[in-house]
């Protein structure tokens, strides 16, 4: 069976990026290959400099994941922090990564802007510990959302890379894996770019938002006094609302918006108001599910204990044949 990495951060609640960019293809991608999905707790800590809250995010994140429909029997479903072989590897790993590439990256030039007065040198190496989150596994295939891209590209690099110079083929080239081959954006409800944790909390939809903020949030979002001439392009936050319906609505409600919006009669209030029932049909099942797991502290404790040891004796094999490769095997 082929082997399947990728990681969410903890850096607060999941939201619907997170699901149909991430999560949704986890939990189909269990059924098929040999998964291992982590919680980036460590990726979190270059963000999150106060740490009282990470607990209760870890929990929580961990719980949606559960929700969602992951089965830790049929997945390694871990905490990143766990699994110390990811430190080594990540040390081997900055040996042949160019800090002139990673200050080019597009996520590192988000948060420099993002974070002006936390500009920590695990920022500008977060994509090489993502690498080796990847490596440590000798993971092909990486279910993500189409920002995580550039970071893919990079682990291919530092692939070839160490194979090159230490010899020998320990790792194969990863690739950013999505069902239905084109990788996902979800846009946020302001027609700003993408929904995220970090940036306009309230133009992104959380998987554990109650009924009535989903309905405010999504009646909020972006319009105008609708088209005036008939069959003409729409503009980017009309766009959008069209992609997020198409996420969550029964696809003849989505034909006949469109053929409103065609003839010049679309009401924008009326798609709205469908597109937040929608949502709420869509996230509130998953919102409940994700509470009761959360107060289930014990079994969570098991999940975490349980996805720790499957990660860790992946990790262990793989660091074993890296050590080795490097030269660092001396007796
Ligand atoms: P993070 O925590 O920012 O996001 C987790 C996953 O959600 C996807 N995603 C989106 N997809 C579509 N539309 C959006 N608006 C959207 N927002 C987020 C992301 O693409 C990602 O798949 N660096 C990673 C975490 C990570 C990781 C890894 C991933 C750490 N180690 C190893 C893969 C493999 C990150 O920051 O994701």
Known sequence: KEIVMSGIRPTGFLHLGNYFGALRNF?????????????????????????KDL????TRVLAEHLACGLDPNK???????????TSELYLYLN??????????????KDKIRLQPG????????????QAADILLHRAKLVPVGKDQEQHLEMARDYVNRFNHRYGGEVFPEPFAFNYGSELIKVPSLDGAGKMSK???????????????????????????????EPNTPKPDYIENIFLLMKLVSAPDVIKKFEEDYNACTIRYGDMKKQLAEDMVRFIAPIREKAEAI???????????I?????????AQATMQLTREAIGLNYY
Request: some cysteine; glycine content about 4%.
């Open 306 to 314: 349980q996805g720790a040891e499957k990660a860790r004796a992946s």
């Open 27 to 51: 939990v189909r991608m269990q059924e098929e290959y040999n998964c291992f999905f982590m919680v980036a707790d460590l990726h979190a800590l270059t963000t999150l400099p106060d740490t």
């Open 118 to 129: 936390n500009i920590n040198a695990g920022l500008l190496t977060y994509p090489v510990l």
């Open 55 to 58: 607990k209760t995010n870890i």
């Open 95 to 108: 040996m042949i990564a160019m800090v002139g590439v990673l200050e080019k990256t597009t996520t590192f």
């Open 75 to 85: 997945c390694a479903l871990y905490c990143q922090s766990h699994v110390y072989e």
């Open 294 to 304: 959360q107060q289930d502290t014990d079994y969570l404790k098991k999940v975490m």
């Open 198 to 228: 970090s940036e306009n909390q309230y133009a992104t939809l959380y998987l554990s938002d109650p009924d009535d903020q989903i309905r405010k949030k999504v009646m909020k979002a972006k319009t105008d006094s609708g088209p005036t």
